[in-house]
């Protein structure tokens, strides 16, 4: 059971930058593959980044060179910085966690969710 919390959402500038965390629970942390996720208003949810125990790091094509996606096992967090922002990114953000050594592109890959943070960009 991995029980896992966001924090550092906000409203921000276009071109700002926030940097998100994703504390988790559990002993075992470092095991996980983990992942972004973000959903817009009337929006299906969609990935934007993943990162296995290793830190092997996968982007979708319109965050890659902005968000940088990384995970402090000691810390039991993973982070998701992201710099120049878009209006378009403006959306709910959410990590995840799936048990195994691969990275996970679809929602369907993994077991335990968080409750979500809100990032706002402002045009």
């Known amino acids: 059971q991995v029980l896992l919390e966001e924090s550092g959402g906000g409203l921000v500038q276009a071109g700002g930058s926030l940097r998100l965390s994703c504390a988790a629970s559990g002993r075992t942390f470092s095991r996980y593959s983990l992942g972004w996720f973000r959903q817009a208003p009337g929006k299906e949810r969609e990935f934007v980044s993943t990162i296995t125990s290793k830190g092997t790091t996968y982007y979708r094509d319109s965050v890659k060179g902005r968000f940088t996606i990384s995970r402090d096992n000691a810390k039991n967090t993973m982070y998701l910085q992201m710099n120049s922002l878009k209006p378009e990114d403006t959306a709910t953000y959410y990590c995840?966690?799936?048990?195994?050594?691969?990275?996970?592109?679809?929602?369907?890959?993994?077991?335990?969710w968080g409750q979500g943070t809100q990032v706002t960009v402002s045009s």
């Open positions: 995840a966690a799936k048990e195994g050594l691969y990275y996970g592109l679809g929602e369907s890959e993994y077991n335990y």
